[in-house]
């Protein structure tokens, strides 16, 4: 066996809950919430940035895939996302 199973199976065992108490959901959905949710924007910024700037090299679909789709899915993801973490927030799990 590799190093690298080694290290990914000792550190999938390490984060095995044996039991998610109600803390840990709270924690967890506090970090989502501030942490987990600004990392998100800024990854999906960037791909919007990126996206928008090879659409004026694209063409038919693959413009409307960059221009519209991609940012469109990220945006109204992370939308749904917020929402949904406000609601759990809201009801204290």
Known sequence: MSKWVEIRDSVEEALKAKEVGQDMKLKFTNWLADEGTRMLEKAADNIVEECKSD??????????????????????????????LEKAAAEKL
């Open 55 to 84: 659409a004026s090299s694209e063409k038919g679909w693959c413009k409307v895939r960059d221009v519209v789709v991609i940012p469109a899915t990220l945006n109204i993801g992370l939308t749904v996302l917020k929402v949904v």
